[in-house]
Each structure stands twice: as C-alpha cells, then as structure tokens.
Nanobody, 122 residues
Framework: QVQLVESGGGLVQAGGSLRLSCAAS????????MGWYRQAPGKQREVVAR???????NYADAVKGRFTISRDNAKNTVYLQMNSLKPEDTADYYC????????????????WGQGTQVTVSS
C-alpha cells in the first residue's frame, strides 16, 4: 500500500509565500516523476510543476519564476515553494507520483495525494 500525504496549504495574502510538501510512504521500490497539480472551483485540474527522478523540472507558464519544485529522494518527498502568490493561485493542490512497487515483480503505478487547499486573498 502506497500513500501520498500533502501538507502546507492554508490562507495567505497576495504577495505571500507557502511551501507545500508531499511525502510518499509504503512499499516503495523507487519513485520516478513527481508533480503538483491544482484544481480551482469550476475548473479542470491542471499541471503546475513536474520533476523527474534526475531533477529535471518544468512549470506551467502561469507559475514560472514564482514557484519552485524540488524533491528529496532520501525522504521520498516532493516540495513546492510558492512565492509572490496571487489570488488566481487559489485552488486545491494535488501531489502526483509514478511509483515503482514490488507486486509480482516491479510495476509502476500512478498515485495521487488527497489534496491541500491554498487560498490567496487580495
């Protein structure tokens, strides 16, 4: 059983910062790409940032220069540092990871966290 548990969401004023964390636990052999997605009310879920196991990153245009994704492979954890937050960043933020588990061999599965709410007030 594998779980992704997010933390760090909350209410912040525009221009402020938050740091999200997502820790993976369970019968993990290895973790490949990890990422953060967000879903605002009435909108589809969208990618925010992704990071490969080797540390290569990519970002949505809306967050480039303001958000930074990083990971600690020893802790099976991915982070999202969010600076210069705007009201339009308000959304539920979800962690995602492709995790290799031992299940009659090595198999990669897609996992999602439960989400953490970020609210940016103007």
């Amino acid at each position: 059983q594998v779980q992704l548990v997010e933390s760090g969401g909350g209410l912040v004023q525009a221009g402020g910062s938050l740091r999200l964390s997502c820790a993976a636990s369970g019968s993990i052999f290895s973790i490949n790409a990890m990422g953060w997605y967000r879903q605002a009310p009435g909108k589809q879920r969208e990618v925010v940032a992704r990071i490969t196991s080797g540390g290569n990153t990519n970002y949505a245009d809306a967050v480039k220069g303001r958000f930074t994704i990083s990971r600690d492979n020893a802790k099976n954890t991915v982070y999202l540092q969010m600076n210069s937050l705007k009201p339009e960043d308000t959304a539920d933020y979800y962690c995602h990871a492709y995790i290799v588990v031992v299940n009659y061999g090595l198999n990669e599965y897609s996992y999602w966290g439960q989400g953490t709410q970020v609210t940016v007030s103007s």
